[in-house]
């Protein structure tokens, strides 16, 4: 694609990050007493696919991950992640570089989801149910609890019953809460330059609430994640991709009611002679 390619290349560098705020996820920011909640609706770990910030700061599920569907960030993600150019050449060092650090913005990011409540300071008031983004780090650490055999005793779990071992972070009658430390780089004794999420059993079992008739209202609070986070066909991901790139502001309206219309109107790009919708057609395999 040539000049093309370096075209939606240079575009792709000046990625937006903003984040969009979602009530129903939950996020760490100090210091935190949660405990896991049974939904009843939904796997205990659901495991979703996203392309974050692409297309006016949109999380879109990825339709290939998630549903097995055609995905043209993902096509496009493969060819910057390749060693190799359109005509089989090496690509120089340099350039695999830069595609490398544009493919790690817009490839496919995983994030495990779990249903909570915070605890209060005072430790007697809960928050309503809301859904827990993890990585998969962070969703090891809360696994650690259910396979250590003193941990799962403490809760009345024979250390060999596998298929209860995640009631000891997640029974109602009698679980651990979890403290989640929230750590900039630089204090907190986190020296390193990334932010730092640990998470740890209490120090006791106990129960969610102490009133069965409220633990049982809590999980049918919780809401199911497919009413969280709407579908995304792959329509849907080609029309927000080729609109943040500078598509020309098509107003198409995509499958399901989705609208990707942009907070500014941008302006078609050139790419050599051809406007970037163009060459964007041509990734596609139209023009």
């Not at 650090?101 to 817009?106: A, L, N, T, V």
């Not at 696994?143 to 403490?154: G, I």
Request: hydrophobic residues 30%; neutral net charge; contains cysteine.
């Amino acid at each position: 694609m040539g000049n093309t390619l370096a075209e939606l290349k240079a575009r792709l560098s000046t990625l937006n990050r903003k984040t969009t705020k979602n009530n129903d996820i939950w996020k760490p920011k100090d210091e935190h007493d949660v405990r896991l909640v049974k939904s009843g609706v939904e796997e205990l770990f659901v495991e979703r696919a996203f392309h974050f910030n692409i297309g006016d700061a949109r999380d879109l599920l990825c339709p290939k991950i998630n549903f097995g569907e055609e995905c043209v960030i993902c096509d496009y993600a493969e060819v910057l992640r390749k060693w190799k150019d359109d005509k089989g050449r090496d690509k120089p060092e340099k350039v695999r570089k830069e595609d490398f650090e544009i493919f790690k913005k817009i490839q496919a990011t995983s994030k495990v989801y779990v249903p909570m409540i915070e605890r209060t300071e005072d430790g007697k008031g809960i928050s309503s149910p809301a859904w827990w983004a993890l990585t998969q780090n962070q969703a090891g650490q809360i696994l650690e609890v259910c396979s250590d055999p003193d941990r799962l005793r403490e809760c009345g779990i024979d250390p060999d019953d596998a298929d209860n071992a995640m009631d000891a972070v997640f029974s109602p009658s009698k679980a651990f809460d979890l403290h989640v430390s929230f750590k900039k780089p630089g204090e907190k004794e986190n020296k390193k330059t990334f932010t730092v999420i640990d998470i740890k059993p209490k120090y006791k079992p106990s129960p969610l609430t102490g009133n069965k008739a409220k633990d049982a209202e809590l999980a049918a609070e919780v809401k199911p994640l497919k009413d969280v986070f709407e579908r995304t066909t792959s329509t849907d991901v080609e029309r927000a991709f080729a609109k943040w790139l500078g598509s020309g502001g098509k107003e198409a309206k995509p499958e399901g009611g989705n609208e990707y219309a942009p907070k500014t109107t941008e302006k078609a790009e050139k790419a050599g002679t051809r406007k970037v919708e163009e060459a964007f057609e041509e990734l596609l395999g139209g023009k």
